[in-house]
């Protein structure tokens, strides 16, 4: 018996203009899948044709005749195709941060009357909301990119579409500074500010979660063992359960206060108990990629003699 063919992806990629949808695509054309950006929606079904590597396609306000429910409707006959699996993600943003990217770029919004910075951009980030809202509620996938650096944005992406994942569910575990936010797409989030801070100790405050004396500092805590054993005793019965409900991702949010200490050591110890019971992790520290981030964008800035690059693409 000749095994079953499985299903072609195709990842349409929507959104707010300035949210980084085009980043989105990158990163999926990084991964093997063939991109267009932007084309007509009467050829959008037929992008499907005979080919066999996995699709991607961004539709946005820019489309002449653009109207979100008709697109709706050509994704749910694509939904009903054999041989088609079809995903819908949604780049978002909040109104400052899309104003403020598109000043930094100097950038015309495709729907900002006159193409002038100011009150006409968020004029046209209001019009761009309203008229995407169908697809937003729509979407299989939600990315609000406001906070997320681009290594973050890429692990998410390439945990969800890779193409050669394997099956079952995958855990992402996220360590972050609750000062900062909690984490918009966390499914489970715990709060270890209660351990003993490291950021105390002058020895240990320049170090990270990752270092064996800040890993040894927080595990001597007097209430980790009982920490510890209850957080994997309420995980681990857990997640065959979201397996058994059809979850296929799901996301635990680890924070403490400063994002670099106590919630990353735990977020490193639950991956190596997770990854040692058979399931798949990936593992990102928010704080420590936000590091990351700006110094790279500072250096590229700095080697084309401008302003700070803002970190998403519109």
């Known amino acids: 018996m000749s095994e079953a063919i499985p299903p072609r992806p195709f990842v349409v990629v929507t959104g707010l203009s300035g949210a980084g949808k085009a980043s989105i695509l990158h990163i999926l054309e990084d991964l093997g899948y063939e991109t ?30 653009f109207d979100a429910e008709q697109v709706k409707l050509a994704l749910d006959r694509l939904r009903r195709t054999p041989g088609v699996a079809l995903s819908l993600v949604f780049a978002t943003a909040e109104d400052t941060v899309l104003l ?55 692990q998410m992406v390439e945990r969800r579409f890779r193409p050669d994942g394997a099956p079952g569910m995958a855990v992402l575990l996220q360590s972050f500074a609750f000062p900062k936010g909690l984490p918009r797409e966390a499914d489970l989030v715990f709060d270890v500010r209660f351990l003993r801070n490291p950021h105390y100790v002058p020895a240990l405050k320049p170090l990270t979660g990752k270092d064996a ?16 054993q209850r957080l994997t005793g309420f995980i681990d019965p857990l997640l065959p359960r979201y397996v058994a409900e059809g979850k296929k991702y799901l996301t635990v949010a680890i924070g403490c206060t400063g994002g670099r200490h106590r919630s990353v050591l735990v977020t490193e110890r ?15 520290h928010r704080e420590l990629a936000s590091d990351h981030d700006r110094v790279a964008h500072s250096a590229i800035a700095r080697s084309e003699g401008g302003q700070e690059a803002p970190r998403l693409t519109p």
């Open 100 to 154: 403020r990217r598109y000043t930094e770029t100097r950038r015309r919004h495709p729907l900002a009357p006159g193409g002038a910075l100011g009150t006409s951009v968020a004029e046209g980030i209001a019009r761009e909301t309203a008229m995407l809202e169908p697809l937003r509620e729509a979407a299989d996938l939600i990315v609000d990119t406001s906070g997320l650096p681009m290594p973050s944005l890429r």
């Open 36 to 65: 267009v950006d932007n084309p007509p929606l009467s050829i959008l079904e037929s992008l499907v044709g005979d080919g066999t590597l996995p699709l991607a396609a961004g539709i946005d306000t820019r489309t002449r005749g």
């Open 270 to 284: 639950l991956a190596d108990h997770l990854r040692s019971l058979g399931w798949r992790v990936d593992v990102t």
């Open 213 to 228: 004396p800040v890993a040894e500092y927080v595990a001597e805590d007097t209430d980790f063992p009982a920490f510890w």
